[in-house]
């Protein structure tokens, strides 16, 4: 009995001390993990600490970008990583990351989501589908990233001048399915960030080099000071963000309740005080939906969808 007693004890604190020498190994690895991650330009850059990074949705998709375009900076690329640029009202606009390189300028827009997406370049709106369960797919909107992405770029032409080789790089997560994205125009790309690299070095075969090391530096000086900024920068930025969210929230439940009280043909634009008009979708995957649109489109491009 005392044998077994002796043994049950033995095995315990072998099991004690495999237990914390796990501990200590994940403990270990996780130190490594923490200063690679410091010897990063991306950590240099934003000072975001490694928690911060790595446990924010929209910061690790802005990092698994940096991981796939780290191998232009070999090629002498300058990387900018959220870059506040100053509006004509006072606000800011915040830019995910701008690549200088010799092949031209690319501003990218990060969207780290999974699911299906559907979207076109003109709608004001995107879906991102799930599989759901008993009651079907389920599906959310986002702002088109395209329209997000332009007005990125008609900041940076704001300091830079206009005319330059920019092009509109839209990056989603590959856990993702882009599944029917319609874009027209020649210098806007949507993509996974396993076909990024793939998308660029195309750029750059068919492009060609239009940028010197000179033109990339002057570029940068210009536009890094707007990502060295402080707390109370960032504070109003993402406080605008939400009020602007908050007022979209107010004015979709107003239209919603002026429909319900059957007075459709007085609904008015939150974004212009324009009629809304309702319209059928023509193309793309909301062929056949109604919606009310603005009656100053294009100029306002306010959508309310049913």
């Not at 850059?45 to 949705?57: G, I, L, V």
């Not at 599906?139 to 330059?164: A, D, R, S, T, Y």
């Amino acid at each position: 009995m005392l044998l077994f007693l002796f043994f049950y004890i033995f095995l315990f604190f072998i099991a004690i001390a495999f237990i914390v020498g796990i501990v200590l190994i994940a403990v270990f690895v996780h130190k490594k993990n923490v200063e690679n991650y410091k010897q990063t330009d991306y950590y240099q850059d934003t000072q975001r600490e490694y928690s911060e990074t790595f446990h924010n949705k929209g910061n690790y998709g802005e990092y698994m970008l940096y991981n796939y375009v780290q191998k232009y900076v070999s090629e002498g690329a300058k990387l900018i990583f959220n870059c506040y640029l100053p509006k004509d009202n006072g606000e800011t606009t915040e830019v995910d990351m701008i690549m200088l390189h010799s092949s031209g300028i690319y501003v990218f827009e990060s969207k780290n989501y999974s699911g299906w997406i559907f979207g076109s370049e003109y709608q004001n709106n995107w879906t991102q589908t799930f599989q759901g369960g008993r009651r079907g797919a389920i599906k959310e909107h986002f702002f088109n990233p395209v329209i997000q992405n332009k007005v990125h770029i008609k900041w940076i032409e704001n300091i830079l001048g206009e005319g330059k080789p920019i092009y509109s790089v839209i990056v989603f997560s590959e856990r993702c399915t882009l599944q029917e994205i319609n874009i027209s125009s020649s210098d806007i790309y949507v993509v996974k960030r396993n076909e990024l690299t793939r998308c660029i070095d195309d750029i750059k075969a068919r492009k060609g080099l239009v940028l010197s090391d000179y033109l990339i530096q002057y570029y940068y000086d210009l536009l890094h000071p707007y990502s060295i900024v402080d707390k109370d920068t960032k504070d109003r930025h993402i406080n605008k963000i939400k009020e602007r969210e908050m007022n979209n929230i107010i004015a979709d439940a107003q239209i919603n309740a002026q429909i319900r009280a059957g007075d459709k043909d007085n609904l008015r634009c939150p974004r212009c005080g324009g009629k809304l008009v309702l319209r059928t979708a023509q193309r793309g995957a909301h062929a056949g939906n109604q919606f009310y649109g603005c009656s100053n489109y294009p100029n306002c491009k306010f959508v309310k969808n049913i």
